[in-house]
């Protein structure tokens, strides 16, 4: 068994020496003291020719005055590998990481802290919105900036509405508007969910797990959290907690557990035209500023109806909206006068430890998130901005034409990051699993999670005392 991991971490630390070994060579001839600075990063499609744009011009504008040419490398389990990599002393100088990576590899001393380049850039809290900045920072450390951000929100179809607006009415509720609080979500969804003559759904109103993409943060929207970072302590079974799952079953519950899943069998991938929401077969979901990129490439009727999206980008943001058959609101909270609560998410630029060019690595880290290049990201993503400072032109010419609300939500006191956890991809892939158990009434919600919070201590106690018996200075 032993010979086999060798040989697993053997293979691992091969590719990571071949990715920066026969990695893209400049297009260019570069000066004899250039530095190359190898940046590894996830992104595949559009994204990435996206982010492939503003390395190009960074080589050909800033690169060229400093001498630095940054090497582009697009890799599938770009945590695995930089781990792997790192720990084999050949890391790239850039590693762009999920946010729930950041604080476990930081823990594990696997990161360069950041904050004194960071100072000398100009960068510092006041430069970004606090949510973001929090969830940079860990152990007084900054370990890294944000290349992209996501921030939830409810998306809902104006057709569905429309087309349901004598039910809704009769429900005592408002076609033109989007609900306010949880509970009228509900009662939206009951309104809004269609049979056939047979009693199969046709189109649902809500599902919790459509797209499931944020169903492990729910309990923000019931004013919970899954772990209290003052005493390390997982809270599982905090009543805010239980009460966010036992609504996601109740939802098994009202429409039938089989004929939910029978109906959820003929929906398409995420970036499809058989999507659930831009099918039509789902009409309010729990999705990112991103999605307006998505609705455009599979279903693009839904954001052009009276005018092509090249016209309609130049128009008033008043005018722009009537060009869309969907809208967004705040996704509404289960707890009375709790307003704008959002969960924000995002890609991390990190410096892994041991990296060969730690000041060139930043030079492009910083130039990355200069407003300007921040905004230029950031429109190609779809996506709202982590900066503090938004330019007019980047809210009125934006891609998506509600990008206000996402900005709105970030800066809301109730905009919450991810519990630092150093354990967190197994934190998530556990709540994961219990959501579809949940989801299939195959347990008790509060019986599952008061399991799995002792099942997640047990191993957060046992990194904790790895972590210290190596000395790490986390702990």
């Excluded at 003052?230 to 036992?246: E, G, I, M, P």
């Excluded at 693009?300 to 722009?320: G, N, Q, V, Y």
Aim: charged content about 20%; overall charge negative; glycine content about 6%.
């Amino acid at each position: 068994m032993r010979a086999i991991k060798w040989a697993i971490l053997f293979l691992f630390c091969a590719a990571a020496v071949g990715l920066l070994a026969f990695g893209p060579r400049p297009n260019r001839t570069l000066p004899q003291d250039a530095i190359v600075v190898d940046y590894w990063e996830k992104w595949t499609g559009n994204e990435e020719q996206a982010m492939r744009s503003l390395v190009n011009r960074f080589n050909e504008t800033e690169g060229v005055q400093k001498h630095i040419y940054v090497r582009y490398v697009s890799t599938a389990a770009i945590n695995q590998k930089t781990l792997v990599a790192t720990a084999a002393g050949v890391p790239p100088d850039i590693a762009g990481l999920y946010d729930n990576n950041l604080v476990q590899f930081a823990a594990m001393d696997a990161l360069e802290p950041l904050e004194e380049m960071a100072r000398e850039h100009g960068i510092t809290e006041g430069y970004y919105k606090p949510v973001f900045w929090r969830a940079c920072n860990y152990d007084g450390h900054l370990y890294g900036l944000v290349s992209t951000p996501v921030v939830v929100a409810l998306h809902y179809s104006k057709d569905a509405f429309a087309d349901s607006a004598e039910r809704l009415r009769d429900a005592g509720l408002d076609a033109h508007r989007p609900p306010g609080t949880l509970q009228e979500l509900d009662r939206y969804a009951e309104a809004l969910t269609t049979r056939d003559s047979s009693g199969r759904i046709v189109r649902a109103g809500f599902l919790p797990m459509e797209p499931n993409w944020f169903i492990n943060e729910i309990c923000f929207w019931f004013g919970g959290n899954f772990f209290d970072e003052q005493t390390h302590r997982f809270t599982l079974t905090d009543s805010k907690v239980v009460d966010a799952y036992r609504w996601v079953e109740g939802y098994s519950r009202r429409l039938g557990k089989d004929a939910m899943t029978s109906f959820q069998s003929g929906f398409g991938n995420f970036d499809s035209p058989q999507n659930a929401f831009f099918s039509g077969a789902v009409a309010m979901e729990e999705q990112g500023p991103l999605l307006a990129n998505f609705i455009y490439i599979n279903n693009p009727h839904m954001s052009t109806l009276l005018w092509p999206k090249d016209e309609e980008i130049k128009m008033p943001l008043a005018e722009r909206v009537k060009n869309y058959s969907w809208s967004v609101a705040p996704f509404p909270s289960a707890v009375p006068g709790l307003v704008d609560v959002t969960y924000c998410s995002f890609d991390a630029l990190t410096i892994p430890r041991g990296a060969k060019h730690k000041r060139e690595a930043f030079e492009f880290i910083a130039w990355v998130n200069r407003q300007e290049n921040m905004e230029a990201l950031c429109k190609l993503h779809c996506k709202s901005s982590p900066l503090q400072l938004v330019s007019q032109d980047f809210l009125l010419h934006h891609p998506n034409p509600y990008i206000e609300l996402f900005e709105r939500l970030s800066r809301s006191p109730n905009a919450h990051r991810l519990p630092q956890v150093p354990i967190m991809p197994e934190v998530m892939s556990e709540l994961t699993n219990l959501s579809q158990q949940v989801s299939l009434l195959q347990v008790d919600p509060q019986q599952a999670l008061s399991d799995l919070q002792v099942r997640l201590q047990s191993k957060y106690d046992e990194f904790v005392r790895q972590q210290k018996a190596r000395g790490s200075s986390a702990f």
